[in-house]
């Protein structure tokens, strides 16, 4: 799978944790950066170019990486397209894709650890939206409300 990958200085430790468990995995990483450690780094300058290539279906899933992960997921919420979440359980990992067709992880690299960060994020690469007649209505929805904006 083609997986996008973005984070500020919050979360470049485990970006690149990650980074190197996704190629061992045998998926086309795409890192939107940061590339190093800058302390002063903001995420909406590696985020949203995520969501952007998540939202075109450039990339297939994004992961969002900041300190808390809240401030990367508001980021990535604002691209019309981009279904991001923080996610801290198994069960909104994987029932994110198949119910409401999540297609952003988002992490707090300074509440997480790296190794269920790792298992999260390979329940959500693992699952497929339902495409269940009522998940695909209430998805309707929200494009529509995305299209009104």
């Known amino acids: 799978m083609r997986v996008g990958i973005a984070t500020d200085h919050g979360g470049f430790e485990l970006k690149e944790r990650l980074v190197a468990l996704l190629r061992s995995a045998g998926h086309d990483v795409?890192?939107?950066?940061?590339?190093?450690?800058v302390p002063r780094d903001d995420y909406p300058d590696f985020v949203i170019p995520l969501a952007r290539d998540v939202a075109s279906r450039r990339v297939e899933r994004g992961i969002a990486v900041c300190g808390s992960g809240v401030g990367a997921c508001i980021a990535a919420n604002k691209v019309s397209g981009a279904r991001a979440c923080l996610i801290q359980d198994a069960y909104s990992a994987r029932q994110g894709v198949e119910d409401d067709d999540m297609n952003i992880i988002c992490f707090g690299a300074r509440v997480q650890d790296a190794q269920a960060c790792w298992a999260l994020t390979e329940l959500f690469l693992g699952a497929r939206f339902s495409g269940e007649k009522r998940h695909v209505r209430r998805l309707s929805k929200v494009k529509a409300q995305e299209a009104s904006q």
């Not at 795409?30 to 450690?37: E, I, K, S, T």
């Open 30 to 37: 795409v890192d939107f950066g940061a590339m190093q450690l």
